[in-house]
């Protein structure tokens, strides 16, 4: 003789089985994606605190580093005691700050691109060799030089 559930263990069954479909529309929502946080979209409409915009470029073509080193170089020449300075640009539709922070002895690139992913590259020690060598090549990594971290900024 088979016997049927009783009254408590039907109640037990549908509290796992709520619980359950309620952490399934929590994690279901949590993947949907979920707003950004405000700091992340200031991390490229403004310089960090700090630093000083010398100039905001427009659209630049190809390879815009030996521009805007030569740019920063110069400035730095001028003004020795500015050590945090800046240049805004954009390279088809990707909209960069370049940050060098000479005191502290660090090239930061903060770019998003036309699909809104935004990146941060850092290039630490040896600003102004680097500096120098992207004049002439293009390129913040001069041989023997440690390469540069890139972090996704929206983790």
């Known amino acids: 003789m088979k016997r049927g559930m009783n009254a408590s263990s ?5 509290v796992v089985i709520a619980g359950f479909s309620v952490l399934l529309v929590i994690f279901f929502i949590s993947q949907m994606g979920a707003t950004r946080p405000d ?14 915009l010398i100039e905001q470029t427009g659209e630049l073509a190809g390879n815009p580093n030996r521009e805007v080193s030569r740019k920063i170089l110069s ?12 240049i805004k640009y954009s390279v088809k539709g ?3 700050y370049l940050l ?8 930061e690139e903060r770019t ?4 809104g ?3 941060r ?3 630490h020690r040896n600003v102004t060799e680097r500096l120098r060598y992207a004049e002439e090549s293009g390129n913040f990594s001069p041989p023997g030089f440690p390469q540069p971290e890139k972090t996704n900024l929206y983790h």
């Open 75 to 86: 400035y730095n020449a001028q003004f020795p005691n500015e050590q945090k300075v800046g």
């Open 39 to 52: 700091d992340v979209s200031a991390v490229i409409d403004n310089p960090p605190p700090g630093f000083k």
């Open 100 to 107: 060098v922070d000479f005191n502290r002895d660090y090239i």
């Open 94 to 96: 990707s909209v960069t």
């Open 121 to 123: 590259t850092v290039w």
């Open 117 to 119: 992913t935004k990146v």
């Open 10 to 14: 039907k109640i037990l069954i549908s």
């Open 112 to 115: 998003t691109n036309s699909r």
